[in-house]
């Protein structure tokens, strides 16, 4: 008997084409970030940053984000924990507002800045716990403003 087919790793997509895989990225993108974050971020593309902010929508969210093993969550999980252990502190105050957005609570987010104060120290927990404090307020302040 053949051994079962291994899951292949590479391209979740492998029959899109770039235009596909940039137009799922800036969907995604818009959804988990906010279409106010997007148009920003596109407003300030240059000719010199256009070829980045091409390939993290084409990869980071036409790829990895669009991805089916993982729900936006759990992503948003993971992604605010390795943003504190980089100390990649202006991704991590967009990716609190990303995760509120993608359905985790303020609890569910407490709860990840205490693990990581286990797993990734004190000191970048309580910088963490400050900036997600003030990206949840700000993210409550929009949602009530749209209401």
Excluded: C, K
Excluded at 58 to 83: D, F, K, M, Q
Excluded at 104 to 110: A, G, H, M, P, R
Aim: charged share 25%; glycine share 6%.
């Amino acid at each position: 008997m053949p051994p079962p087919e291994r899951p292949r790793l590479g391209r979740s997509h492998p029959d899109r084409t770039q235009a596909q895989a940039h137009d799922d990225g800036m969907t995604v993108r818009r959804a988990v970030l906010g279409d106010a974050h997007v148009e920003s971020a596109e407003a300030r593309r240059s000719e010199f940053t256009s070829d980045f902010q091409d390939l993290i929508t084409r990869y980071a969210w036409g790829e990895i984000w669009t991805r089916p093993g993982l729900e936006h969550r759990t992503r948003s999980a993971v992604t605010l924990t390795a943003l504190i252990a980089n100390g990649h502190w202006d991704e991590f105050a967009m990716h609190v507002r990303a995760a509120r957005r993608n359905g985790l609570t303020t609890q569910e987010i407490q709860e990840i800045l205490l693990q990581s104060a286990i797993y990734l120290g004190v000191p970048s927990a309580n910088h963490a716990f400050a900036i997600a404090q003030e990206q949840i307020a700000r993210f409550e302040q929009e949602e009530g403003d749209r209401s």
